[in-house]
């Protein structure tokens, strides 16, 4: 049966646009100028987010079950990306602007998992839906940083997706890392000498902690950049967007529904279900907003996407997953 908390959601959302006010303060007084965002881009892309990605898998448990469980998840999440970019491409095809269009549908197949996912996924599946969301993070990453990336690269010849930036990325890297950690985490204290494994253990809390305070900073600078983007923007430029509402009803409406249909006919259990609905229902990922300021794609339509997508899903969310549970019960 899916349950939603929804003062923490309402909490969470809230937080988010918190920082993302601080932000748009900053941006006013100029504090957080274009080439201040720039910069806090780079460290969020290049550092902060690999940082979370292994951080994310390190802190599981190993066995075998959650192996499988985690390989599953992963199969889903490619699986899922792979059907929102077609939905994403073929729904923001009539947009005449390039720009807009790309974002539109960058936004469309990729959500804001991590900050506003995981709590809700905790309050619905418990301790189970963290640990399948940290793998669905895996498929985020690589499509992100694949299929994502070629979005962005249409028409521009600066961004270019090769052979070697398809394997050996800000994503794909860390996803290796992180798993490789937490299968080794489990299998190495088996075959090490006590010696090194409690030398390793000494060690482990020191670089783990070090590892989450650096994860640690990309939700509030990412709301941060968003909120400084919004700043440049008009209050009508902000509100009043056919395209970015159109966007809304895409991403927060029409695809988990979409999903949720598709996964009953073909007979999924209720419980694989259920994670996607919320896993997908979720608003646009920041990183939409760190992209477009990085390579110059309209960073402040994509602030809009951000912001308007994340406060609008207060209202969809709680109406999503109750229309999905009478789908469900069918």
Not at 148 to 161: F, M, N, P, T
Request: aromatic share 10%; net charge positive.
């Amino acid at each position: 049966m899916i349950s939603l908390n929804f003062p923490s959601l309402l909490t969470t959302i809230a937080t988010l646009f918190f920082l993302m006010a601080v932000g748009f303060v900053a941006g006013k007084l100029g504090i957080i100028n274009g080439t201040a965002s720039k910069n806090l881009s780079r460290l969020i892309i290049a550092i902060a987010q690999p940082a979370l990605i292994i951080d994310s898998l390190v802190k599981m448990e190993y066995s075998p079950e959650n192996l499988r469980l985690g390989l599953l998840t992963l199969l889903l999440g490619l699986a899922i990306h792979g059907f929102l970019a077609v939905i994403a491409f073929f729904a923001f095809t009539p947009f005449r602007n390039l720009d807009e269009r790309k974002l539109s549908e960058f936004s469309a197949v990729f959500g804001n998992v991590g900050f506003v996912g995981f709590p809700i996924l905790s309050s619905i599946l418990g301790d189970r839906g963290l640990f399948m969301g940290a793998f669905f993070i895996i498929s985020f990453h690589l499509t992100l940083w694949t299929w994502g990336i070629a979005i962005l690269a249409r028409k521009r010849d600066d961004i270019k997706l090769t052979p070697k930036k398809i394997f050996l990325n800000y994503g794909t890297v860390p996803c290796l890392i992180g798993f490789v950690l937490f299968v080794l985490g489990g299998l190495l204290p088996s075959v090490l000498p006590t010696g090194v494994t409690n030398v390793l253990s000494a060690a482990a809390p020191s670089v783990l902690s070090t590892l989450s305070y650096v994860a640690s900073l990309c939700t509030p600078i990412s709301m941060l950049i968003t909120g400084a983007l919004l700043a440049s923007r008009s209050l009508s430029q902000i509100l009043g967007s056919g395209k970015i509402y159109y966007l809304c009803a895409v991403k927060l409406v029409l695809t988990p529904l979409l999903v949720c249909a598709l996964m009953k006919l073909i007979g999924f259990d209720p419980m694989w279900i259920q994670f996607a609905v919320v896993i997908i229902a979720m608003p646009s990922a920041s990183t939409v907003t760190m992209l477009a300021e990085l390579h110059d794609i309209s960073p402040g339509y994509a602030a809009q996407a951000v912001g308007t997508t994340s406060l609008i899903s207060i209202a969809t969310m709680p109406c999503v997953i109750w229309l999905a549970q009478k789908i469900i019960e069918l």
